[in-house]
């Protein structure tokens, strides 16, 4: 998160975010936010997500857009964070600062728990409902429209990670940048069909919780008009990165096994083409590129451990060759 954001959040302002969803400042605890501001709170029994977003990072219109694109998810039957209303009946309230604004929404928190590092690796059976629910949400995100254009979500080439490279990427890494300029090209050329539509953008074992083999989907922030595939690259991507290329063999083998299993839940609802899969290589380096500057914005250099180090040398070499994380992946 940005240091002006976090400058901008105060007492203040979060007693009037709680008071527009009928809580107080003492019914919530702060749960943390990589780009937002998330609190937990319980009403009438019932656990509750709220979140702040500032204006310098999503416009209240796109977040209507999200908002309406998961109350429609839900509608549909997909396992969602529902968004609920406002006490004044409202799905988004804004809270207006000096030259910018607060969003403020909130979900009902998903049943269950996180999964985390290891156990979601080599987990045959969570690969599966990863396919099944990415396969449900790209099913559905065929037949949904925006109900206005002013409130539909960005194309991916407006990724605000992507847009801002110049901002946070040093400007003597000129490989990077030319092997990002190369590969936005080659991800542009390719055909919008029906391969390409509202995607959910972020899908991670940070971004669901597993209860009884059932997964709930939430944080939608990141949604935006893509490529089907990229969202299957994400989940890969982070199902493997943390290995370091000291195990690359290990690396290539995990990421097989889950796309084996993904797929097979994935195409209980969507079929995959061999053009969308062969186009996997590229949705992963575009994904590595994306948590490279999302380091570079947030991290604090002057204290890296040992492995995000050697994490960054290794993005660093991969993204100057233009190769993926993962290169075998048949």
Known sequence: MELNMKRLMNDHILSEAVSRF???????????????????????DRSYIL???????????AICGELEWVEYLHD????????????????????????????????????GQKIF??????????????????????????????????IKRHDWTRNSYLTSINKYIP??????????????????????????GLIHGDINVGNFFLDENRITLFDFDECQYSWYIEDIAIQIFYMVYVVLNDSIQERNMQARRFLKHFIKGYERYEKLSEASLQQLR?????????????MYRSFDFANLDDWTETYLTESRDRLEQGIAIVEELN
């Open 22 to 44: 009928g809580i107080g400042p003492s019914d919530i605890s702060f749960i943390g936010g990589f780009q937002n501001f998330v609190y937990e709170y319980v009403k009438k």
């Open 51 to 61: 979140r702040l977003s500032h204006s310098s990072h999503r416009s209240f219109r």
């Open 76 to 111: 549909q039957g997909l396992s969602v964070s529902k968004p609920i209303l406002s006490a004044q009946n409202n799905l988004a309230e804004v809270l207006h600062l000096e030259g910018s604004y607060f969003t403020v929404a909130s979900f009902e928190k998903a049943p």
């Open 117 to 150: 590092y290891p156990e979601c690796m080599n987990n045959d059976m969570l690969s599966e409902r990863c396919g099944e629910i990415t396969g449900q949400l790209h099913q559905l995100s065929r037949t949904y429209k925006p109900s206005r254009e002013a």
């Open 171 to 196: 400007a003597d890494q000129v490989r990077v940048f030319e092997s990002a300029e190369r590969l936005m090209r080659q991800i542009d050329a390719l055909k919008k069909d029906d391969s390409y």
């Open 282 to 294: 590229l949705f992963l380096r575009l994904r590595e590129y994306i948590v490279y500057i999302g």
